[in-house]
């Protein structure tokens, strides 16, 4: 085996480098491509630059050495990947694989690639964890940060069946439609933050530049100010003044504390899932993705050939509704006494009569982790629906409101200086 260095390019454009253990040329742009990639230049890995790489590496060991043990924890800890950061490097997994490479080669190869979200340490561990004899599942496990619990389970449900590259393209599959609905609510929500940040810059610039100057030429003038100038006066001297930001910086802190002590507890945080679901207009888009998180969950556990109930448990773990976590565990237990899945959800009376239908449907012919997957698409078109209603309705009305207020600034102002325009007119 030889080593050869590479640079490369995504689909997307984007440059990848890595180095390959492979016997030639011929197979380490066969390998590049199998993964995805469109190859810019192979070339023999250098003995110097191989050199280069370890002298790199001890200096960096050495000078960590030198940190306390809690900064060089801080430092080399692991952040939870993203959703599209966990697909690209488990499609990674399940191409190399695909094409023959045994597990221990592919890991050493995904530690050699620059996979954003997760290092090259993690795949050079569970490269070790496979050759001391772990399965890649239980070495996964050991690092509950990256991979979940739902990740792990289905991992050794394709090594116990022996449709591990399948089952990795569907886990692949279903993080990146979950990536996708969570960029879906992001790009709803960047246009109504945009204009609430830009009207409330606005309205701070006109309340600490421009309205003192006014200030200071109606009270030279000493004219009758209408009552709306008098208000926004008055809120001015209460805006510019310093002890009023430190008031407001303590009462967010305060208020912040209080909403954090009451989230964390059972009561307010169930209190809190309740409005969620209950809210206008947003009430709609959270029950939507919770039922199709839920559906597309279960289904794709099941259909992994992860038993029932520990596709359940690990189901209600996913959710993050407090509310539905609570009706899934009773339908978990009681599907332990016997019944089939349709009526404990039935009787939670959460889940919608259209998910109970198909899963009954899906019961009688054998099928519920098809069900569940209509189900999922069924409730992901509608959520996708529902968000487009979501941002129709909420992009006018953040324009209206910033409209208003700074339109009662100008109002306040001009009807002011009308005033004392035609005051003077008259003398």
């Known amino acids: 085996m030889a080593q050869f260095s590479y640079r490369a390019r995504r689909r997307s454009g984007e440059v990848v480098q890595g180095v390959l253990d492979v016997a030639d040329r011929t197979a380490a742009l066969t390998q590049i491509e ?38 060089r924890a801080f430092l080399n800890r692991q952040r939870k990947p993203r959703l599209q950061e966990l697909a690209t490097f ?31 340490e993690v795949s050079k561990q569970l490269k070790q964890d496979v050759m001391e004899g772990r399965s890649l ?82 009270q030279g003038m000493n004219a009758s100010l209408p009552w709306s100038t008098r208000a926004v006066m008055n809120f001015g001297d209460f805006f510019n003044k310093g002890t ?16 954090l002590r009451f989230k964390s507890t059972q009561a307010g945080s169930r209190k809190l899932d309740g409005w969620k679901m209950t809210a206008p207009v947003v009430g709609k888009v959270v029950k939507l993705n919770l039922f199709a998180q839920f559906a ?23 959710i993050p509704n407090r509310i539905m976590k609570d009706a899934i565990a009773r339908t978990r237990e009681d599907v332990t006494d016997g019944k089939t899945l349709a009526q404990p959800l039935a009787r939670s009376k959460i889940f919608p009569q259209l998910m109970i239908d198909l899963v009954k449907i899906g019961e009688e012919t054998g099928d519920v982790p098809g069900a569940l997957q ?45 005033g004392i325009i035609a005051n003077i007119n008259r003398q």
């Open 137 to 218: 599942s239980d070495g996964m496990g050991r690092h509950p940060v990256i991979f979940s619990d739902m990740y792990v389970n289905m991992v050794r449900a394709g090594e116990q069946s022996g449709a591990l590259v399948e089952v990795l393209r569907r886990v692949a599959e279903h993080y990146e439609r979950f990536a996708d609905v969570q960029s879906k609510f992001v790009s709803a929500l960047i246009y109504p933050c945009i204009v609430a940040c830009v009207g409330v810059l606005i309205i701070v610039f006109f309340m600490s530049f421009m309205l003192p100057r006014f200030m200071s030429i109606f």
């Open 296 to 318: 597309r969950t279960l289904a794709t556990l099941l259909q992994n050939g992860v038993p029932v109930l520990t596709a359940l448990k690990i189901t209600e773990q996913v």
């Open 374 to 418: 209509n189900v999922a698409n069924a409730y992901e078109n509608e959520l996708t629906i529902a968000l487009r209603v979501m941002t129709n309705l909420i992009e006018p009305a953040m324009i209206i409101v910033m409209a208003v207020g700074v339109g009662f600034l100008l109002f306040s102002i001009l009807s002011a200086l009308f």
């Open 90 to 120: 488990t499609q990674q997994l399940a191409n190399l694989l695909q094409s023959g490479m045994p597990l221990t080669v592919a890991l050493n190869s995904l530690s050699h690639l620059e996979s954003k979200g997760i290092s090259p």
């Open 244 to 259: 009023t930001w430190l008031f407001i910086g303590l009462s967010v802190f305060v208020l912040v504390i209080l909403f």
């Open 34 to 71: 199998r993964l995805g990639l469109f190859p810019v230049a192979v070339e023999a890995a250098k003995g110097a630059a191989v050199a280069k790489a370890e002298r790199a590496e001890r200096k960096a060991a050495s000078s960590a050495g030198v940190l306390p043990p809690a900064l």
